[in-house]
């Protein structure tokens, strides 16, 4: 029976690693007044492994492993029995728990390797910083420990979930044991706790946390859950000095989660009662009347008004010293723990934070078409199989009361856009990056960015793109029936816009149809200028199959995919329109 990377336990770890993760636990210690860990654990009862020991040792007679050269394999069974017995008896306990982990280590039992390795080496490295119990002898000795805490000699509580080699009379396990200190509001300000378990990976642990949370009545800021997956390979030390950094922050970053909710939950109940208070007159006004002027969706508004009230009641709100204070101490002891390098690093799933930052940037299209959200700067469009994004001036662009833009405008202006590899990019001349800008997209991979490529402008009409705004899929479609639009969830201005654009591609329908019936022979000399009339000039689109065989319905290849919001695309149509009004210069004739 041979080894693999799990034999390699002690040597694949960096010394360096190892003493900075050791002087890191040291110092949460200390900046935290965490007098010491009491760590409770089947495996740390070192009577319970006797036995394991033992019998281990006696199954591997017949093969002999000199792997284990710690005893002799050429002794009559009966005197290696008492051999291996006496080789117990005379060694300490961390000796012990040294051969019992050497026994693991050979036998590459990973499942069982990752159960041990805490308790058998822990008290190895942290020696009297650390109390290893088994679960009978908590129970024992319980009160004494809880005795010493206070404000100034915290302690950090390890619980296993499992104790299997040392189970308690009344079958309770760690999780029970770690419900009973927390729920003790007595002392549960003076303690941390976690709960160490191999039933789960570290990816896990929140999910576990938030598990245990529900199933035994845990607070969040009490506990977390720390993998013992931490604790192998090259992760050993600096892998659980990381559980234990997020066991002690967790105290601290749920505060905070609390404050700051506090300030919010009061701002939105303070603007939700500022807005009831406004007058129907103001009310009116403000939603109504000056959406309908400027040709702005009132709901719009409404949440533009939610934002502004929000945000000056939650400063308000924060004008009590009290209260910053509490949020400034919480921000402090967080970095004060952050700080302190641990040699390892955890997993951290950045999903969350990527979707907080993609709701930043974008509207995606099921909230941007399901709401017939007017068509806006910034709109993300997919003609044919090319994406490109809407550049026009907001103001430019928005419908007025009569379904009509001001000055009559319909033009807008469509750049391309492009994922390339961030490498490429890197390898673009000066002359190269003044002619595009980047767009950010956090669910592209970490090597490619999207970029707004400027010199493919394309200068077009507005009312093909229009139409995406009356269709819940955002596709550009109409239904050439149907000369109204009767809907009661489609903004008024939109309504009346419609009736221009059932006109307009009604006529182009007529062509279509007209071109259909020719029977002349150079007829197809005249298909661009019908399928790709002056409705569609500049766009790169094939109409030869919009219209419906029965001539009813058109659709165009044209999609509204996404919205880049508002400051980043006012910021990339700013850009857009320095790219436009650069200076030319002439060459200069005396190089070369």
Request: one cysteine or more; hydrophobic letters at 35%.
């Amino acid at each position: 029976m041979g080894t693999t990377n799990t034999e390699n336990i002690a040597t694949t770890i960096d010394p360096r690693n190892e003493a900075q993760a050791k002087t890191a636990i040291l110092n949460f210690l200390t900046q935290l007044d965490i007098q010491k860990i009491v760590y409770v654990d089947d495996r740390c009862s070192i009577n319970e492994l006797k036995e394991a020991y033992v019998g281990k040792l006696k199954a591997h007679y017949e093969t002999k492993p000199t792997e284990l050269d710690f005893v002799d394999w050429e002794l009559a069974e009966q005197v290696f029995e008492r051999r291996i017995v006496s080789l117990w008896d005379s060694k300490n306990d961390e000796e012990r728990r040294d051969l019992y982990l050497k026994i693991l280590t050979f036998e590459n039992n990973t499942e069982e390797l990752e159960n041990s390795v805490a308790p058998l080496k822990l008290k190895t490295v942290l020696k009297e910083k650390i109390d290893l119990l088994s679960p009978v002898e908590w129970v024992a000795n319980k009160d004494t420990i809880i005795g010493t805490l206070n404000e100034n000699a915290k302690i950090l509580f390890l619980f296993d979930i499992e104790f299997g080699y040392a189970p308690l009379p009344d079958h309770r396990d760690g999780r029970d044991l770690a419900v009973e200190l927390l729920q003790d509001g007595n002392i549960s300000n003076f303690l941390y706790c976690g709960i160490f378990s191999h039933l789960f990976n570290i990816t896990e642990e929140y999910d576990k946390r938030s598990e245990y949370c529900l199933t035994h009545n845990l607070e969040k800021e009490k506990f977390y859950t720390i993998s013992k997956k931490r604790f192998q390979s090259d992760s050993y030390l600096p892998g659980l000095a990381e559980g234990i950094r997020n066991t002690l922050l967790i105290n601290e970053v749920e505060l905070l989660k609390k404050e700051a909710s506090k300030v919010l939950r009061s701002s939105f109940t303070k603007s939700l009662n500022e807005i009831n208070d406004l007058t129907p007159e103001s009310f009116n006004h403000i939603i109504q009347k000056s959406s309908k002027n400027e040709g702005v969706w009132e709901m719009a508004t409404l949440i533009r008004v939610s934002n502004i009230i929000t945000s000056h009641k939650a400063l308000n709100n924060l004008l009590s010293n009290n209260r910053r204070a509490r949020i400034n101490q919480s921000l402090e002891r967080i970095r004060l723990v952050e700080k302190i390098k641990t040699g390892g690093e955890t997993p951290f799933d950045k999903s969350q934070v990527l979707d907080l930052r993609k709701k930043e940037l974008y509207i995606n299209s099921d909230i941007q078409n399901q709401l017939h959200y007017p068509l806006s700067n910034g709109d993300i469009l997919k003609i044919q199989d090319n994406e490109y994004i809407l550049l026009v001036q907001p103001c430019n662009i928005a419908l007025r009361s009569n379904g009509i833009r001001d000055r009559k405008y319909n033009l807008g202006l469509l750049v391309e856009l492009e994922i390339i590899k961030r490498e490429d990019f890197t390898k673009y001349k000066k002359g190269q990056l003044a002619t595009l800008e980047i767009i950010e997209d956090v669910s592209l991979p970490a090597d490619s960015i999207k970029i707004a490529r400027f010199s493919t402008f394309q200068s077009v009409s507005l009312s093909p793109l229009d139409l995406t705004v009356f269709n819940k899929d955002g596709i550009a479609r109409i239904n050439l029936k149907e000369p109204e639009n009767t809907s009661n969830i489609i903004q008024e201005s939109w309504k009346k816009r419609y009736k221009f654009l059932h006109k307009e591609f009604a006529e182009f329908a007529e062509g279509i149809k007209t071109y259909n019936k020719l029977r002349i022979a150079n007829k197809s000399i005249l298909k661009k200028s019908i399928f790709n009339s002056s409705i569609f000039s500049g766009y790169r689109i094939d109409n030869e199959n919009s219209l419906s065989k029965r001539g009813t319905l058109l659709e165009l290849n044209i999609e509204r995919i996404a919205h880049y919001k508002s400051p980043y695309s006012d910021d990339l149509l700013q850009k857009f329109m320095l790219y436009l009004s650069r200076n030319a210069f002439e060459h200069d004739f005396t190089n070369g």
